[in-house]
C-alpha cells in the first residue's frame, strides 16, 4: 500500500503517542509511522550515556492516556523506552512502523489534495514500482502519498551534536566523546573523567560516572540552576492507594503541571525571589563551606534556561561525597594530558566528555515544496504553535520548553484528530494557515536563551505576537484553545478539490 490517510514522521515518544491518540479518535483513517533509525523510542532509545534519564517527571511526560505505574517518576531511559514500546503494544501500533525509512523531502499537490513524500533507507528491499536504486543497490529511494503529514522528528539532528572547535584537542591522548555517541564498551572504572558543560546531560553524567569513575569533574563556563527532587513521588504513591489508577495518575498529573506553571511563572514575575530560594535550597545541600556563588549562580534569570533537575539530589550527593567535583573556568587549549585553563589551572583526564549541547533540526531536515514551489520554513509563522503558514495538511509536534515535552504533544495530536474528523464531516480535503493581519509582529519561535537555541534560530519559523500564531507556552490556555475553542477562526482556511 502507498497511500495513507495521515504519515506519522517519528517512532519515539511524540510519534508512537500520536499513532495510538489516532487509533483511538480515528480508528478508520489508514496511517503509517516512517521511522529513520532501525529501533522505536527515539531520543530514548538513541541516548545509551551513563545515567540517561528523564529531565521531567514521567507522569506529565508520559501520555495522558497511558498512566505511568512505576514507582519512579524520574525515570531512566531505559524505563522510558519500554513504557513507549509497551504502549505501541497495547495499542497495537507497532506494527504500523516501517523503518530505517528516512524521509527527505515531501511534495504537495492542491489539485490532488495530496502529499508525495520521498523516503531514504539502505534495505535493498523494493516495496513500490516506483522505486529506484543506486548501482550499488544499498541504497533505495521509495515514495507514498498521503493527505496529512504529521511530524514527531523532534528538534534535533541524530546523526551527531554540537562539539565546539576546542584548541588543541587532536592532541590529546585519551579519549573525546560526545554523549549522542556513546561508546557500548567504554569502561570508565577508575579513570579521570572531566565532562565539559552544565546543562541537563552534564548533571546526568557526573553522578552516574562518579560511582566507579576514580574522578570526575564538572567543567563549565557559566552556572545553571540546579534543583533536587524527590525521585519517587509520595503524594503519587498514595494516590494509587486511594483511587483507581487512571484517576490517581491523573491527579498527580494535575498537580505537577500546577506546580510546574506555578514556579515558572514566579520565576517570571518575581525572578529575584526565585533566584534566592534556589539559593538556598543549594545551601541546604552544600553547607557554608561551598562557594555556591561561583558554581551555582548563574548570570541569568530562573527559567531564562531550562532548570536542571537532580533526583533525590544526586549531584549534590557526587560533590559532597567528593568523588566529583565543579570547576567553573574557560578552556585555553588542550594538551597530551588533559585540558590547560585560562586561570592557569589544569584538568588531567583519561576521558573527556563534551556534554555541550545539541544541533537542533526542523522537520528533520525534510525539504518541502509545496505546488512545485520550494517553502522555507524561517520565513513561516507557526499557527497555534505546530501548523505553518502557508503549508497545507502538514503539523507539528513541538512540546514546551517550560514543563514537559508530552503535556503539549498530548494536546496537538488530539487537536490533529479534532481537525481531520472536522473535514470529513463537510467534506473538505485540505485546510492551510494564512495570515493576513499586517498588525503581526514575527519573534523568535522559541524563547529560551540556550545556546543550542541561539545557535539555530536562523532555521526555524517564526511565532507572532498574538494570537493564533503566538506561542503562550500555557498548558491551562493550550487546552482550552486546542481542545475547547472551535477550529474555524480568520487565519485557518479550509478548501474542497473539484
Not at 25 to 31: A, E, H, V
Not at 45 to 56: A, K, N, V, W
Not at 102 to 131: G, P, Q, R
Request: hydrophobic share 35%; net charge neutral; glycine share 6%.
Amino acid at each position: 500500500m502507498n497511500h495513507f490517510d495521515v504519515v506519522i514522521i517519528g517512532a519515539g515518544l511524540s510519534g508512537i503517542g500520536a499513532a495510538c491518540h489516532l487509533k483511538l479518535s480515528q480508528p478508520n483513517k489508514t496511517y503509517t509511522i516512517l521511522e529513520s533509525r532501525d529501533r522505536m523510542g527515539g531520543t530514548w532509545d538513541l541516548f545509551r550515556y551513563p545515567g540517561i534519564r528523564s529531565d521531567s517527571d514521567m507522569h506529565t511526560l508520559g501520555y495522558n492516556f497511558k498512566p505511568w505505574l512505576k514507582a519512579q517518576a524520574i525515570a531512566d531511559g531505559p524505563a522510558i523506552r519500554d513504557y513507549i514500546r509497551e504502549t505501541a503494544d497495547q495499542y497495537d501500533v507497532a506494527s504500523s512502523v516501517q523503518y530505517q525509512r528516512k524521509v527527505t523531502a515531501a511534495s504537495w499537490d492542491s489539485a490532488t489534495a495530496k502529499w508525495t513524500v520521498t523516503i531514504e533507507h539502505t534495505s535493498s528491499e523494493n516495496t513500490s514500482s516506483e522505486n529506484t536504486s543506486s548501482e550499488n543497490n544499498s541504497l533505495t529511494i521509495e515514495t507514498l502519498t498521503c493527505h496529512f503529514i504529521y511530524s514527531c522528528t523532534g528538534y534535533y539532528r541524530y546523526d551527531k551534536g554540537y562539539t565546539p572547535d576546542f584548541p588543541g584537542v587532536e592532541q590529546f591522548k585519551g579519549q573525546f566523546i560526545h554523549p549522542q555517541l556513546w561508546p557500548e564498551d567504554l569502561d570508565y572504572s577508575d579513570k579521570r573523567i572531566v565532562i565539559i558543560g552544565s546543562g541537563a546531560t552534564a548533571v546526568t553524567l557526573v553522578p552516574a560516572m562518579a560511582k566507579t569513575a576514580k574522578h570526575v569533574t564538572m567543567l563549565q563556563r557559566s552556572p545553571t540552576y540546579v534543583v533536587a527532587r524527590p525521585a519517587v513521588d509520595s503524594l503519587s504513591q498514595k494516590f494509587r492507594r486511594w483511587f483507581p489508577e487512571q484517576f490517581a495518575y491523573d491527579l498527580t498529573r494535575w498537580k505537577n503541571v500546577t506546580m510546574q506553571a506555578f514556579i515558572f511563572q514566579l520565576s517570571r514575575r518575581f525572578p529575584d525571589k526565585v533566584r534566592a530560594l534556589l539559593r538556598k535550597m543549594t545551601h541546604q545541600w552544600m553547607g557554608d563551606d561551598y562557594d555556591i556563588d561561583t558554581h551555582f549562580n548563574p548570570r541569568y534569570n530562573p527559567w531564562d534556561q531550562r532548570l536542571c533537575l537532580v533526583p533525590d539530589g544526586d549531584l549534590f550527593r557526587a560533590l559532597r561525597k567528593g568523588t566529583a567535583s565543579i570547576v567553573t573556568d574557560h578552556i585555553e587549549h588542550f594538551t597530551e594530558q588533559g585540558i590547560q585553563l585560562k586561570s592557569g589551572a589544569a584538568l588531567d583526564a583519561d576521558i573527556v566528555v563534551s556534554a555541550t549541547g545539541l544541533e537542533l533540526l526542523m522537520l528533520g531536515g525534510i525539504q518541502l515544496t509545496v505546488d512545485s514551489q520550494p517553502v522555507k520554513i524561517p520565513d513561516s509563522l507557526v499557527y497555534k504553535g505546530m501548523m505553518f503558514s502557508g503549508i497545507p495538511n502538514l503539523a507539528l509536534a513541538a512540546g514546551y520548553t517550560n514543563a514537559s515535552w508530552t503535556l503539549k504533544c498530548d494536546l496537538t495530536s488530539q487537536y490533529v484528530c479534532r481537525l481531520l474528523a472536522y473535514m470529513d464531516k463537510h467534506n473538505y480535503k485540505y485546510c492551510m494557515a494564512t495570515n493576513n493581519d499586517p498588525s503581526v509582529q514575527r519573534t523568535q519561535f522559541l524563547d529560551l536563551a540556550s545556546g543550542y537555541i541561539d545557535r539555530a534560530v536562523d532555521q526555524f519559523p517564526k511565532q507572532g505576537n498574538k494570537a493564533p500564531w503566538r506561542l503562550y507556552q500555557n498548558y491551562l490556555l493550550d487546552i482550552i484553545t486546542l481542545r475547547v475553542r472551535s477550529l474555524r477562526d480568520r487565519a485557518l482556511t479550509f478548501y474542497k478539490t473539484e
